[in-house]
């Protein structure tokens, strides 16, 4: 079956600085990449679509100055949580699909801002 | 609005049937879709319907009913590692893949 790394999976950071989470497709050529979030005992929240080569598109509520996403190749997508804060902790996932709508899941990155 | 319903929490016997239902209210349909997720970890994909009926794959089984508007995952012979959140999904035409998500069924199974 298709897989999907994500680095890293877990990261703590201070309040105001910046990360990058990577999302890659190692066996397929993922033409969509979806980031979502996810909090204790609730569903997934999407928070953007990214397809290759193109700029991501964010779901209402989402900042897309604070949560930069990258899509530059077939096989890799970024988050980049900029001036993170407390509030941004959080369980956040990618999952990729190459033209069909069955989502190929990461991992996942804890992130934890202290 | 677009929404879709199941259970919070079912709870089963190990080595006994369980069914977990979803009804959806979308805009359009293209299938519906069951993912697994065990605590801590990512959803994995079990199944996906376009088309009324029966899927079958190993233990786990997917129903759907497009007329109904409504589908169901159905676990046989429970096993203890079966224990983890399940999410029904329906993708919709024009949608770029999305899906939209149900807010899990955790299922608990006691030995």
């Known amino acids: 079956g298709a897989v999907v790394s994500q680095h890293p999976s877990r990261v703590i950071c201070k309040s105001g600085t910046s990360v990058k989470i990577e999302c890659r497709s190692l066996?397929?050529?993922?033409?969509?990449m979806f980031w979502y979030r996810q909090f204790p005992k609730q569903s997934l929240m999407l928070m953007a679509t990214?397809?290759?080569?193109?700029?991501?598109?964010?779901e209402q509520g989402v900042e897309k100055d604070k949560f930069l996403i990258n899509h530059a190749s077939l096989t890799l997508s970024t988050l980049t949580v900029t001036s993170a804060h407390p509030e941004d902790s959080s369980f956040y996932i990618c999952s990729a699909t190459h033209r069909t709508y069955e989502q190929y899941f990461g991992p996942g990155t804890r992130l934890t801002v202290t | 609005g677009q929404s879709l319903e199941q259970p919070s929490e079912v709870t089963a016997v190990e080595g006994a049937i369980v069914q977990i239902n979803c009804t959806y209210q979308?805009?359009?349909?293209?299938?519906l879709s069951w993912y697994q997720q065990h605590d801590g970890g990512a959803p994995t994909f079990l199944s996906y319907n376009a088309l009324d009926g029966l899927e079958e794959t190993g233990r786990f089984s997917s129903f759907l009913s497009r007329s109904d508007s409504y589908g169901y995952l159905l676990l046989q012979e429970l096993q203890m590692k079966d224990s983890a959140s399940y999410f029904c999904a329906v993708s919709t035409p024009d949608s770029n893949y999305q899906l939209i998500w149900g807010a899990g069924t955790k299922l608990i199974i006691k030995p």
């Open positions: 066996d397929f050529q993922a033409t969509t």
């Open positions: 990214s397809n290759e080569g193109s700029k991501a598109t964010y």
């Open positions: 979308t805009s359009g349909f293209y299938g």
